[in-house]
């Protein structure tokens, strides 16, 4: 039974059962009320301080004293300084909000706008309790060089501000710094042991020394001029990204938490991943890397590799590989035996004579364009959306067996029939320099942008795509070209067929047309008053009513042309 006194205790009194427990219990206990009682008194050594009022706020002795220096050097009253802090603050600082804090007479947040307090060079006295800084980017005048004294200080985001100099004098709670997009040529953290975050990145170091900081789990420093980053001591480390320096080599901890790891362009020969087992995410884009063992790696979900010189991808390893990106390199075969779950693959650019689909059912996007293909099978990725497959050496395509594909390129090929007609989310379509003698579109309710220039095309059925908005069909053998079903048409290149008339009542919203090299001996240019572009030399005009085009800026026709109306742009 415990009494009355007991329970009304901050911490009850030990039972006889705890009384006789072992000295750990007992320690434990002891920690736990002494950590209670500090904060207790800590909370109570605030509240008893003297204050200072100023306008609206009280003020604890230390932070009075710093808001006098601060008026002082601004030739401001106090109360106007503590007015426009008050007003001040960041929406947005990597997903937090920053705003002037009051708490008990001391600031504990602070937001400096250099636009309302133009103040050259910071000083701290001692005994502030902020923890959360953040600097404004500014035209003013702002400080080249910040030095901070805040023991208190857990977050600073001084991110575009111009710094070429930043000293950590005193900062041993800081966790979180943001000191991104500046002039910095040197950072010392050694003052700052506790870091978990660190953004550093678009500055110009050429050194980054991390010992002792074996907290930090996330690290930008991209866009400088490293040229060694040594990671050994950050076994938490979770996030890396040291893209766009002038790293040879990565010295990696041990044993390391890193899910991701962004190292693009530098110039990387050799990328040990063995200490990286919980790997998930991984871009080693534009390196001069010749082989990449991914053996450590299993549960990496994304590689990108793009713009190396691999001569081969060995996938048994990454069984839940979900996109890869590995173009500009030089594979002459990819195996995707290992990835069933593959959703994204760009391979553009090597050296692939064929390509095997049937293991990855699932995929999505497929970028192949620039290699060596004759064949490509399609029956295999009903779910394809994006497909761009040109300059291959395709001499036919299956396109009705990817229903759901939305955009399609497959222009330089040596493709001579097409037939689109049964891919109703088709919005895109890019088939030009093939040998095409046969276009079907079909109903294509969703079709917008059509280019399929520089085939043999004698005539093209544009009454059942009605959404179309961009049609290039130039360097064809068109004798004829209904445009009555698009009158969304926006954008019209018809140059070089064989065109007698050209229709122009039904698109009256057409902006740009070139109809050079044809036969047309008319142009309803009345029907057309928002063209601003205007090329039809090479014809059989001769006459042409321009009277009403007051947005013409690019004109161009034969010189024998007469004209009704003079164009506010040039003629050529």
């Not at 070429?164 to 950072?187: G, K, V």
């Amino acid at each position: 039974m415990i009494d009355n006194e007991e329970a009304r205790s901050l911490i009850s009194r030990p039972s006889g059962q705890l009384a006789t427990s072992d000295g750990a219990a007992r320690g434990i206990l002891m920690r736990m009320t002494s950590g209670v009682l500090a904060v207790a008194r800590a909370q109570q050594a605030l509240h008893d301080q003297p204050t200072h009022q100023v306008g609206e706020h009280k003020l604890r002795e230390a932070d009075h004293r710093q808001v006098l220096m601060w008026a002082q050097a601004l030739a401001l009253s106090p109360e106007e300084v503590l007015q426009r802090l008050a007003q001040a603050c960041i929406d947005n600082a990597h997903g937090e909000a920053l705003a002037f804090v009051l708490d008990n007479g001391a600031i504990t947040s602070l937001v400096w706008d250099f636009d309302a307090l133009p103040l050259a060079h910071f000083e701290w006295v001692d005994g502030l309790q902020i923890r959360r800084l953040g600097f404004k980017p500014s035209t003013a005048l702002t400080p080249r060089k910040l030095s901070i004294r805040l023991p208190r200080l857990d977050f600073l985001w001084c991110n575009r501000v111009g710094l070429t100099d930043l000293q950590l004098h005193t900062a041993p709670a800081l966790t979180r710094l943001f000191c991104a997009y500046n002039e910095l040529i040197d950072l010392d953290l050694s003052a700052a042991p506790a870091l978990t975050t660190l953004a550093c990145d678009n500055n110009q170091l050429s050194e980054l020394k991390l010992t002792g900081l074996s907290a930090l789990t996330t690290l930008w420093c991209q866009e400088n001029q490293l040229t060694e980053l040594d990671l050994s001591d950050l076994a938490q480390l979770n996030l890396l990204v040291c893209d766009y320096n002038r790293l040879s080599a990565l010295q990696l901890p041990e044993a390391s938490t890193l899910s991701e790891l962004w190292c693009r362009g530098n110039q990387l020969t050799r990328l040990p991943l063995a200490a990286m087992p919980g790997l998930r995410v991984l871009n080693c884009n534009h390196n001069h890397l010749r082989e990449l063992d991914l053996a450590s790696v299993p549960r990496l979900t994304e590689l990108w590799c793009r713009h190396n010189l691999l001569t081969q991808i060995d996938l048994a390893a990454v069984p839940g590989l979900l996109s890869l990106a590995c173009d500009h390199n030089q594979l002459s075969q990819l195996d995707l035996a290992a990835v069933p779950q593959l959703t994204m693959l760009s391979c553009n650019h090597n050296d692939l004579t064929q390509l095997d689909l049937s293991p990855v059912p699932q995929l999505h996007e497929l970028w192949c364009r620039e290699n060596q293909l004759t064949v490509l099978a399609l029956a295999a990725v009903p779910n394809l959306h994006l497909l761009d497959c040109s300059s291959n050496r395709l001499m036919m395509l299956a396109a009705e067996a990817v229903p759901a594909l939305t955009k399609l390129w497959c222009a330089d090929n040596h493709i001579t029939r097409l037939d689109v007609s049964t891919l109703q989310s088709l919005s895109l379509l890019v088939c030009d320099n093939n040998q095409i003698a046969s276009l079907q579109l079909g109903d294509l309710p969703n079709l917008t942008e059509l280019w399929c220039r520089h085939n043999r095309l004698t005539q093209l059925d544009l009454s059942r795509v009605p959404a179309l908005s961009a049609l290039a069909c130039d360097h064809n053998a068109l004798c004829m070209l209904d445009l009555s079903a698009v009158s969304a048409l926006t954008l019209l290149g018809c140059a070089h067929n064989q065109l007698r008339q050209l229709a122009l009542m039904g698109v009256p919203r057409l902006s740009k047309l070139w109809c050079r090299g044809n036969q047309l001996i008319a142009l309803n240019l009345p029907a057309v008053p928002q063209l601003t572009l205007l090329d039809c030399g090479d014809n059989r005009l001769t006459v042409l009513d321009i009277r009403n085009l007051s947005q013409l800026g690019v004109f161009a026709a034969d010189p024998t042309v007469g004209l009704l109306g003079i164009p506010p742009g040039r003629r050529r």
